[in-house]
């Protein structure tokens, strides 16, 4: 049976306007490229390309494993789900790796050109210098501020048009690969028949969705384990043995750490995101077959398919409008502004959308028990998913910003003593859950109050609806750290430090925000998953005083403990392979002295290594457990299985994150100069001083991993048992040793 016009319309027009951002994109690279900005000087380019070359060596190393892992799921899967799904799992694992090349050479190529950019303005005195200057007058002041600006939104502006890029590659793979698989996809397929829920287009779109969820744990996983090993290894040895500068070209681990942003903070992000993207429209897919699918409710069915088109379609538009505002501003005293007004922009369109979409589709739609407020019922849950992420984002930037009061707490213990700092940054981590945890839990209540399973979903999909915005400002982060990295390591001055600095800070600010966005995505996904395998597996009430599902519950959450708990100890081995490497080139004095330069090779070789080969246990234990659990225990298990996981993932991720976020931000905020007090004589060089610094290095030495391996895996490792466990519900219902 041919797709109904309605589907085909929204997955072509998906497709136009994907090409549309595609050719975007292709412009804003080549301005990057083609030295639209500054290119650098000698030293800073030879140290970019090595940056490059080592990110290409880890992705060609990775890509091994990627190839043997896939190719044994394409093999089981044509054996369980047939050929078709085989191939769409395979369409996913390949459409997301393209994006998030793309992604991260053009973050390899930015990190130059942004601190080019500064380096341009090294003659231009800062505000600071000026300010208690009287040999400046006001007209001078006036006019060396008015300079700065312009010169911050140059620098502001070369790295937002890189970082948008790695936003606008992900949403717009996510948004081609969904529509195609639907739009080959019989209609007849939407359809349940009696006693079969494995209906043809439930298997595709989450063969699909499965390929991405598996890219995404191979791209975190492994990222994560390589920068951190080489960020701990660095300060570490670096900064508290060696009391080098942050970036000191002496510091051997110090390139490894360059290429850790890029290829777990770049590449990492885009597939993490990207996972949580996909998934929310094909959760929505699915929600729609298991709520209104027979014959009696087709009307209804095919509105409820095209809804999350609109949304993606609308969302995209947004951030191309939002992104190249933020690209192109004249005057910029920081790019927080810059990013936010984007981010607005990119709101506005996906609400508006939204509402003309939902009046248009579901006007005269009357489901009993499901759209509660008619026509604007799709509306509502998209509104509540939007007002979720941005209301999450600024619970997060509250907890781990740069100059928040959690944050100075901090650093303030740091004056006592690392252990307490460290406690402190734990404390923050724990009384930040409940207010993210709330928030989505209120969201995802009303979503299912007012459009039962198929507005949670909407939920969903409207927090991700314009998932560009969040990818490019955490994106920004490592371009921006990258670029005062390569400033520090070839010794271009203090002015241009500082003002790569300024970009720096809020880059890390911005990072904690997509991680809050990730989490709250899974979240949303994730409980909207449970309800949508209950229904494929045809179990109506999942009972939690049922001996099975309580079972599934505890089994679930204690492996999420332990999933954690193994990448936490994967990152600390390494770390500490990292640090003895560092500890024995210091030992020569040649080095120590910069007579002669480290073996940097060494310690990429090193993080290379170990993030590869850690790879697969991870995958392999959350594969495991949901076959094991669904076909030992059955649909009732897993379904328990499902809510402890999410349930202890969701509490950990946050906590993880903000900890670690905070624990990081208190270490910058005594290298930007915000603890500094002349009147207490609590300065840089004095013994006090550094003291607390190195306290607040070992505090986040702690956070490192926290933030950037293990709370960034815990949503990855929900959404694929949850679209795994959605995909073999059937045969958990039919096949189960105990049932």
Request: net charge negative; aromatic share 10%; hydrophobic share 50%.
């Amino acid at each position: 049976m041919q797709t109904p016009d309605i589907i085909r319309y929204v997955c072509w027009a998906a497709f136009l306007v994907a090409i549309v951002a595609f050719v975007y994109m292709y412009t804003q690279y080549r301005r990057v490229k083609n030295f639209k900005f500054a290119i650098g000087t000698e030293p800073m380019q030879e140290l970019a390309a090595k940056i490059r070359n080592g990110a290409k060596r880890f992705v060609e190393a990775l890509y091994k494993w990627i190839v043997v892992a896939g190719l044994v799921l394409f093999l089981i899967l044509i054996f369980v789900m047939g050929i078709d799904v085989a191939l769409l799992f395979l369409f996913g694992l390949t459409i997301t790796a393209i994006a998030e090349l793309i992604g991260m050479s053009i973050a390899t190529l930015a990190n130059v050109r942004t601190a080019a950019t500064a380096y341009e303005f090294k003659d231009l005195p800062l505000e600071s210098e000026v300010a208690n200057d009287e040999s400046y007058d006001d007209k001078a002041k006036a006019e060396i501020a008015k300079a700065n600006a312009e010169a911050n939104a140059k620098i502001n502006n070369t790295a937002i048009t890189a970082s948008q890029i790695c936003g606008l590659a992900v949403m717009t793979a996510g948004i081609i690969g969904v529509a195609f698989v639907v739009l080959i996809t019989p209609w007849s397929g939407f359809f349940a028949q009696p006693g079969k829920t494995a209906i043809l287009i439930v298997k595709r779109v989450t063969g699909h969705s499965l390929g991405w969820s598996i890219m995404a744990m191979f791209a975190r996983v492994p990222g994560g384990i390589f920068t951190k090993a080489a960020d701990e290894g660095a300060d570490l040895i670096g900064k508290v043995f060696m009391h080098f500068k942050e970036d000191d070209a002496r510091n051997p681990a110090v390139l490894a750490d360059f290429i850790g942003d890029n290829v777990n903070d770049i590449k990492g992000n885009m597939a993490d995101l990207g996972e949580s993207f996909v998934a929310t429209p094909v959760t929505a897919i699915i929600a729609a077959v298991v709520t209104f699918g027979n014959p009696e409710n087709e009307a209804v069915l095919i509105a409820a398919v095209a809804f999350p088109f609109i949304l993606m379609i609308a969302g995209l538009i947004g951030s191309i409008v939002g992104l190249f505002y933020a690209s192109h501003a004249r005057k910029s005293k920081n790019p927080e502004r810059q990013i936010n007004a984007s981010l607005s922009i990119a709101a506005g369109f996906a609400m508006v959308g939204g509402l003309v979409g939902s009046m248009y589709l579901f006007k005269g739609s009357a489901v009993p028990g499901v759209f509660k407020y008619g026509a604007v019922t799709g509306f509502i849950c998209d509104v509540l998913g939007i007002a979720a992420g941005v209301v999450v984002g600024f619970v997060s930037k509250y907890f781990t910003d740069l100059k928040s009061r959690m944050v100075a707490g901090i650093s303030q213990r740091a004056k006592q003593s690392n252990a307490l700092a460290i406690v402190e940054a734990q404390v923050v981590g724990w009384i930040s859950v409940p207010f993210e945890v709330i928030i989505v839990a209120i969201a995802a209540y009303v979503a299912g109050r007012v459009g039962d399973t198929y507005g949670s979903s909407i939920m969903a999909a409207g927090l991700l609806s314009f998932i560009a915005q969040p990818i490019a400002a955490d994106a920004f982060g490592p371009i921006a750290d990258n670029a005062g990295g390569i400033v520090e390591s070839c010794d271009c001055g203090h002015r241009t430090r500082s003002r790569t600095d300024i970009i720096d800070a809020f880059g890390n600010s911005s990072a904690a925000v997509g991680k809050a966005f990730a989490i709250c995505s899974a979240a949303a996904v994730v409980l909207t998953q449970i309800k949508t395998f209950s229904a494929a597996a045809g179990i109506a009430n999942v009972n939690l005083l049922n001996g099975d599902v309580q079972l599934g519950n505890l089994i679930g959450g204690a492996l999420m403990a332990f999933f954690c708990g193994l990448l936490w100890k994967y990152t600390n081995e390494a770390a500490n392979e990292m640090a003895a490497e560092c500890k024995k080139q210091f030992a020569r004095p040649e080095v120590v002295n910069g007579q002669e330069e480290p073996d940097s090779e060494a310690c990429v070789t090193i993080a290379t290594n170990d993030a590869v080969k850690r790879t697969i246990t991870p995958v392999v234990v959350v594969i495991a457990e949901t076959l094991l659990i669904g076909f030992i225990f059955g649909p009732y298990a897993m379904a328990g299985c499902l809510q402890g996981t999410s349930l202890v993932g969701i509490i950990l991720a946050i906590y993880f994150s903000n900890a670690g976020g905070a624990a990081d931000n208190a270490k910058k905020r005594y290298e930007a100069g915000l603890e500094d007090n002349e009147e207490e004589n609590f300065m840089p060089g004095t013994e006090e001083f550094e003291a607390a610094h190195d306290a607040t290095v070992a505090c986040d030495t702690v956070g490192d991993g926290q933030k950037d391996v293990v709370a960034v895996s815990c949503d990855i490792f929900m959404k694929i048992m949850g679209t795994l466990a959605t995909m073999l519900a059937p045969m958990f219902s039919q096949y189960a040793l105990l049932l």
